[in-house]
Nanobody
């Protein structure tokens, strides 16, 4: 059974940094792309960053130059380093992958709050 477990969220001041982690199990981690989504209250869930099995990355325009996605296949973990955080980055952040047969898996989410 595929499980995705996020950690690393919290309260941070504007301009601060956080690193989110997503530990995966139950799948051959190295062969699947991994994604980070976020959802703020009253808004749709949006794709923040993606990383392919070959570690090619893609970012939403709103986070380009501030966020970095990376993966450690030996640890079956994907990371999201978030720098220069803004209040508008406040959201629940979710780890996601899609496996064979286009089956979606989501983590439980980790809350990021950017506030002074």
């Amino acid at each position: 059974q595929v499980q995705l477990v996020e950690s690393g969220g919290g309260l941070v001041q504007p301009g601060g940094s956080l690193r989110l982690s997503c530990a995966a199990s139950g799948l051959i981690f190295r062969i699947f792309a991994m994604n980070w989504y976020r959802q703020a209250p009253g808004r749709q869930r949006e794709l923040v960053a993606s990383i392919t099995s070959n570690s090619n990355t893609n970012y939403a325009d709103a986070v380009k130059g501030r966020f970095t996605i990376s993966r450690d296949n030996a640890k079956s973990t994907v990371y999201l380093q978030m720098n220069s955080l803004k209040p508008e980055d406040t959201a629940a952040y979710y780890c996601h992958t899609k496996t064979f047969g286009s089956v979606d898996y989501w983590g439980q989410g980790t809350q990021v709050t950017v506030s002074s």
